[in-house]
């Protein structure tokens, strides 16, 4: 199917193994960064290097299917507590090595590529080591967590205790609450749980000049808050090694319910009246015609009906009922019907996006996402402003797109807008991608919205971002960063534009 | 009955006429800033000085009284715009002048007590003209705002087209938009509305190297939050000359329930639950045993009973009710028994207490207010080890005061606690209260606390922001500073602990 209406012409290199690969010697000796963690805890062989080359991002697959190891580091280093992170942030400070904080390796906009020609060597920091409940407040309801942390593993700790995180992007198997963190992750249920920005209430950050410590009440007014210059570093300025999070106790009741609009524009307008009325479901997602149509979780059970949103809601039984028949009353009144398969099939779906675009690049077309903010007025010109764009952009090289959209997740002021683009691979589908994002990054911009709502900046928006925050910004994020890592080794060349 | 119950011996001096101080002749010259705004728009005179020296702590209206007139700004100068403020900056920065924005003239805690000895003079940078509603985009519900709007103003001209900010502080009827921002301000109703921090989204900022304007989207990941930087920056960053703001529709219904319990812990508990059950009601405070029983705000009508909670609703009707519902079973459950009249009471009051403390100055008692949060796990050693540091140091100093505490505000993860201190002046009553000041301070420290919650740092709370923030917090603020005030004439010494 894809194959026609893309005009897919041929099969893209297969991913290959691991020893497919070949690497130069690591350029820095393992003995010094052993003393720091154990000899046990240092990777220097290629399959250790090559899984932590990168993300995974489309581009990213691409190229390693291309086997290039570009970006490789020398060492894979495994410190096992917040003193060791220090003595190594010392050492690589001293020696002019470049750092590359590592976490479940998701990222999709280029946060594992350091600009690192500069520099003595790279070293991939991998957090997995850390990975404890450290404590868990329960009158608070707060939760003290080791960085490395995958989404399962914290949730199965503080599920036997009862506890939820509520944290549900769709790198939840992999990523990690460190990468969380610095990234300013949102999930799928972030509406009602709150993004995972607004869930940390305590840091602890290793820089390369000492330890930062911070966060001591849920809110304060003792100065600008500083959590918030953490969240969204990227490990530019220092290594989170804890976070205090707020839990909640796991759900007694979860819920999902399907409605249909008759047109996009409709169903906005719905999604909007339900976030500005309040409390908002704990999901409230709506997809536009072309993805509803598609359906791209389950191809096989192609949609038909208007666009579908998706609204659910977690908490206790007699908190739900409230909040989803105060909802549902507005979707009716929007002229919404109700869907009832759809909320479940949303649920058994909700991580399997990213396996399938595996297969369709084993196919030969290319598939990528990205997503923008704005406030409600300004959404109807970003959609068309990015949709346009990249339609325009793909279809100047011969490779006309599929463009689906959804609001992934709700403010009272505000959506985000993701969204989804399938076409064939182009002789060069690297810099093919390359193109149209950065018409459909101009277009974001020039619409008013976010460059990114939450899959970060990385190096793929740090153009961008200096255009968002303008030279003030980028100076004041200039300015943190030699102050914290005088050296520069902390993944250079990633969210921060050079000078 | 104060006199007996604290042993206040003599009256204090009355507050003087501002005939009364003397003022050196202003150093600075009107000509060069008159060509900026217009010779109009500046204060010279005796009057405009002393209206706009210092705040309106304790500290700062006991020293009125004495006619200090230290501190006092050469020039008052009013800009009428955002290329006006940027222009000022320009001008002072070369000329080594010192600004001190100024909105209100409420702060409570030195907020415009620069130290600027250093400095050619002062300029008081009132943002009073800057009062105007510039756009309220009712689709995205949010408005852009001038920061020298007072609540009431605001209010009003947003009220007019059917829409409240919902932030109203005890210095609501002073203080202005800009002051709520640059401060973290915490009003009444935040528990419900949020505080004024939440519901900023954009910001502009004139700065001395520029303007810097932040917010395209509710919620971004393009980086750390850099509006949270300048929200809580307190001047020492730049100038804020427009907010955007999340309002809402005027509340259709407003209702507030007194709720008595047997004793501070149990409320405490309770009003826990209340706020991890969620929604929050709108207002949710309680007072502890002493606090109830005095009643400050109606000394006339005694307390009785044992604590007090107010938790107000506010909204549409039915969300009113099922929100009121909620929480009341709650109260209930936890054996609280409903206080009709109470809620009424505190709402007639609410803006009472600041003029109640001039007639307690009056006579001859020292009043005075501080704030602190925590997580719930750490507030009640926080209450008892602030209380304690604060009765061991009064009565050392032979003044046994009365100590009054209430919760002001609640979040799912911890509360803030607001002591009100009564006691009779000392010889001194300046180093009297600064000496109880610093024993509550460390106190709060030690305790694990936050040093403000919301009426921010200034002078008064510097040393302990050093504290809780650290070396690298510090070193961060001053990078901050310096990239965007290098000359470092805005409210040098308020705020950011000198090097």
Not at 132 to 140: F, K, N, R, T
Not at 230 to 244: A, D, F, P, R, Y
Not at 437 to 466: E, P, Y
């Amino acid at each position: 199917m894809l194959r026609e209406a893309l005009g897919v012409r041929a099969e893209s290199p297969r991913p290959g193994s691991v020893g497919d690969f070949r690497l130069g010697p690591p350029r820095l000796p393992v003995d010094a960064v052993a003393e720091i963690v154990g000899a046990e805890h240092v990777g220097a062989d290629e399959e250790s290097r090559i899984r932590h080359t990168r993300g995974r991002s489309t581009l990213d697959l691409l190229r390693l299917r291309r086997l290039e190891s570009s970006g490789a580091p020398d060492l894979v280093v495994m410190p096992g507590s917040h003193d060791e992170v220090l003595a190594l942030l010392g050492h690589c400070s001293e020696r002019r090595i470049a750092v590359v904080p590592f976490g479940g390796g998701t990222s999709v906009v280029g946060g594992l590529e350091p600009e690192a020609a500069d520099f003595e060597g790279v070293i991939a920091l991998d957090l997995q080591r850390m990975n404890a409940l450290v404590d868990l407040d329960e009158q608070s309801r707060i939760a003290v967590l080791e960085p490395g942390l995958r989404g399962p593993q914290a949730e199965a700790l503080l599920g036997e205790r009862g506890y939820t995180i509520g944290h549900f992007p769709q790198s939840f198997e992999y990523a990690s609450l460190g990468g969380f963190a610095a990234t300013r992750s949102s999930g799928q249920a972030s509406s009602g749980y709150g993004r995972f920005d607004e869930l940390v209430v305590g840091l602890t950050v290793a820089t390369p000049v000492g330890t930062l410590t911070l966060g001591r009440a849920p809110r304060s007014a003792a100065g600008p808050d500083l959590r918030q210059l953490i969240l969204g570093s990227e490990g530019t300025l220092g290594v989170i090694t804890s976070l205090t999070v707020q839990v909640r106790p796991v759900p007694e009741r979860r819920v999902y319910d399907g409605w249909r609009f008759a047109s996009f524009t409709e169903g906005l307008l719905a999604v909007r009246r339900v976030a500005q009325a309040g409390p908002l479901p704990t999901v409230l997602r709506l997809s536009d015609e072309a993805e509803t149509a598609l359906n791209l979780a389950r191809p096989e059970e192609l949609g038909g009906g208007g666009p579908l949103a998706i609204a659910g809601y977690e908490g206790p039984g007699d908190e739900v009922a409230t909040r989803r028949a105060r909802a549902s009353l507005i979707f009716e009144d929007e002229g919404a019907l109700g869907e009832p398969r759809a909320g479940e099939s949303w649920e058994r779906d909700r991580y399997r996006l990213p396996y399938l675009r595996d297969a369709l690049l084993d196919a030969g077309a290319l598939v990528e996402t990205l997503e923008t903010a704005g406030f409600w007025s300004a959404l109807p010109r970003l959609y068309q402003g990015v949709s346009s764009a990249l339609r325009d952009s793909l279809i100047t090289q011969g490779t006309p797109p599929i463009i689906l959209c959804h609001v992934s997740h709700v403010y009272p002021t505000g959506a985000s807008l993701y969204f989804t683009i399938g076409c064939a691979q182009a002789e060069d589908p690297v810099s093919q991608w390359r193109l149209a994002k950065a018409a459909a990054s101009d277009a974001i911009m020039a619409g008013g919205g976010t460059i990114t709502h939450h899959h970060g900046v990385g190096t793929d928006h740090r153009d961008w971002l200096a255009h968002e925050v303008g030279p003030l910004g980028v100076g004041i994020l200039r300015a943190a960063k030699a102050e914290l890592d005088p050296a520069g080794i902390l993944n250079p060349g990633i969210l921060i534009p050079p000078a």
